[in-house]
């Protein structure tokens, strides 16, 4: 009988097969991005050539630096509010997990990220970073008018400001606060994440299904965001200034009537959830958060929403000429 050495061997054909797959997947994906790259340079180059043509490469050079500016800036903030959430959630981590039905899930996670926990987060905060702050850099026009703003010595007629205002620096703080409320809800997702990854949030008993740590953490990022959606309705209301609702642009009868009250509104339930999300710290259950997310759902959706449609439909056609007159007139002259 020959000795096992002896024996033949079996070629590895799967672990030959699955290494060539992985060969083949990495080089699509090197093409593709070296394609997307090649056409990045040669745009670029492209638009060098242009302005250097018309001897403005004074004007290529300061739209590229605002927009490396923006994009660094943008995803710099990106990256230190990720990472500050993702440490506070270690950080909070309950010392000692009650053993349950998610644990075997959990402890495998953990054998895995163990020693390389901090590295880990800046991974997943600088890809996000990247990702929520490259594409900024599209806005480098609102911000070039927002760093060079002036006033025109002109006021709009509903809220007395000057058309500099709705000109330099009203678009880039509408695109500000809307970019920030998407990223904290970013953050907020992943600090979820991270909170059921450490043990603090349980989606089956026995123990707490959130830690009083883990829901004060939570509690400060939604009254974040809270705050953040009430500069968005204080910004929303200058925003009718250019309505298109109706027969010329501007604020007209229904935007000034019940647009505007209702945005008002908004910000007043908007801050009040912010205190009560900061009060819920200091509570047991959700009881007041959800509240305070149920009766901004219903202002929005009916007040903000069905009250303009129905104010435009029964209060205004009716006698339209007599209601919208006064605002079609301002609007001409403005």
């Known amino acids: 009988m020959r000795a096992p050495d002896d024996l033949p061997r079996r070629p590895r ?32 180059y492209t638009d060098y050539l242009w302005f250097d043509s018309v001897d403005q490469t004074g004007v290529w050079r300061g739209v590229l630096g605002a927009k490396v500016v923006l994009a660094l800036l943008f995803i710099l903030v990106f990256f230190a509010l990720a990472l500050a959430n993702l440490t506070i959630a270690d950080r909070l981590a309950p010392a000692y997990r009650v053993s349950g039905p998610e644990d075997e899930l959990l402890e495998r996670y953990h054998d895995l ?57 009203l678009p880039f703080l509408s695109f500000v606060v809307d970019w920030l409320f998407a990223s904290l809800l970013i953050v907020l997702i992943i600090t979820v994440v991270a909170h059921y990854l450490n043990g603090g949030i349980r989606v089956q008993p026995p123990s707490p299904r959130v830690t009083p740590q883990v829901k004060a953490h939570l509690s400060v990022l939604l009254a974040a965001l809270a705050l953040v959606k009430a500069a968005d309705y204080w910004l929303q209301r200058f925003e ?26 908004l910000v007043l ?66």
């Open 13 to 44: 054909r799967a672990a030959r097969s699955g290494r060539g797959r992985v060969v083949l997947i990495g080089a699509v994906v090197a093409a593709f991005i070296l394609l997307l790259s090649l056409r990045g340079i040669a745009r670029f």
């Open 113 to 169: 990220v163990e020693g390389r926990a901090g590295w880990i987060r800046a991974a997943v905060a600088g890809v996000l970073a990247l990702i929520a702050g490259s594409g900024v850099s599209a806005e480098w026009n609102s911000w070039i008018l927002f760093t060079n703003g002036r006033d025109f010595g002109i006021t709009d007629p509903q809220f007395g400001q000057d058309v500099g205002f709705y000109v330099f620096r």
């Open 240 to 265: 009718l200034t250019t309505s298109s609702r109706g027969v010329v642009d501007g604020a007209t009868y229904t935007d000034v009537n019940a647009q505007l009250p209702v945005l008002n509104l």
């Open 269 to 334: 339930i908007s801050l009040a959830a912010a205190v009560l999300f900061v009060a819920n710290i200091f509570r047991r259950g959700w009881t007041l958060p959800v509240l305070a997310v149920g009766l901004w759902m219903f202002v929005a959706v009916v007040a903000g929403g069905i009250y303009p449609q129905y104010v435009q439909s029964f209060q205004v056609r009716p006698n339209e000429s007599a209601k919208e007159r006064p605002y079609i007139e301002r609007n001409i002259e403005a």
